[in-house]
Every structure is written in structure tokens, then in C-alpha cells.
């Protein structure tokens, strides 16, 4: 009887063990936003290496919007390969750094050919002009097509450490899948 409570008692261990191990496991590339201050997982966008993203805000004082354009790198990486806007002012460049170029088109001035790569993006939403978009390109396309946002997922006035990371299955089920 004893011999047999003990094999019952390793295969509920076994059993733990490998749920414990397979939820934790990282089973996704993402783009993660975690609370500022908490550093908890508040959302996540599923993006792979090579796949495109672009934030969109408006600038607080000439109002307009700004468009800045990444990319994953292969080594998980978030690279900055361009940037759109529309007014000068506090904040905006004025010119293209060595390598990049710089273009007035339909209105707007871009500066293409960044190569600023960062492991993490300080993001606050905005509070007084809350109005940030997160777009990506549609795996199955190839396009830019999917547009949400920032208030759909995120509070007015907090900030949020974004990254690409993996993520295990138990992320997947406690932060929230951006989606259209």
C-alpha cells in the first residue's frame, strides 16, 4: 500500500513538474509592453524576426502626427529605420544623420536609412494628447494593415517599457494580445 502511494506521489510530481516547466517554457517572440513602474506584463503584439512596426503619436505642441518606423532585428533587437512628421519643432530632427536620408514628400518630411537600435523603448501614453497608434504589417500580405489604439490596451499618462522578447504560455495567458 505504502509502495504505491509513493509511485502515485511521483507521477503527480512528474505531472506538476511538467506543467510547471511547459507553462513557463518561452513559446513566442513578441513585442511586450510591461508596466513602467511595476514591470509587469501589460500587453503583447506576437512579431517575429525581420517583421515591421510603426508608433504613431501626436506631437504635443504643433499637434501633428509623427510616425516612427522599426523593425526586429535577428538578434531581437528594435531598429528605428525611419521617421515621418510634419512640422519642425521641439523634439523633431532637422536633418539626416551620416547614412540616412532626408526627404520632403506629399507634405511631410521623412529621414529613411536609420539604423538606431535599441534593446527597449520608454513609451508613456500620452495623457493631455492621448492619442498613440500601434501598427504592424500583416504577416500573410505584407503590408501595413492592422492599426490599434494605445488607449484600447493602455492607461492615459503611464509609461511602458517595450522590448522584444519571448514569452512562455503563462505570459500568454496573464497580458492582454493586442489585436485589431
Not at 532626408?102 to 527597449?120: A, T
Not at 501598427?135 to 489604439?149: A, G, L, S
Request: glycine letters at 8%; one cysteine or more.
Amino acid at each position: 500500500m505504502r509502495r504505491k502511494r509513493v509511485k502515485l506521489l511521483l507521477v503527480f510530481l512528474l505531472i506538476g513538474g511538467g506543467v510547471g516547466f511547459g507553462v513557463n517554457y518561452p513559446i513566442q517572440t513578441a513585442l511586450v509592453f510591461n508596466d513602467g513602474e511595476s514591470g509587469e506584463l501589460t500587453a503583447f503584439l506576437p512579431l517575429t524576426e525581420n517583421e515591421h512596426f510603426s508608433i504613431t503619436f501626436t506631437h504635443s505642441i504643433h499637434l501633428t502626427d509623427v510616425v516612427e518606423k522599426y523593425r526586429v532585428t535577428d538578434d531581437l533587437m528594435i531598429e528605428q529605420y525611419e521617421i515621418i512628421y510634419e512640422e519642425f519643432g521641439i523634439g523633431m530632427p532637422n536633418n539626416a544623420g551620416e547614412d540616412e536620408e532626408f526627404v520632403y514628400e506629399d507634405g511631410k518630411y521623412h529621414i529613411r536609412n536609420m539604423k538606431n537600435q535599441f534593446e527597449s523603448l520608454n513609451i508613456r501614453n500620452g495623457e493631455v494628447v492621448s492619442n498613440h497608434r500601434l501598427t504592424w504589417t500583416d504577416k500573410k500580405q505584407v503590408k501595413e494593415c492592422c492599426e490599434v489604439p494605445f488607449n484600447d490596451y493602455f492607461v492615459p499618462g503611464d509609461w511602458y517599457k517595450v522590448k522584444i522578447d519571448k514569452i512562455t504560455l503563462l505570459d500568454y495567458w496573464k497580458g492582454e494580445k493586442i489585436s485589431e
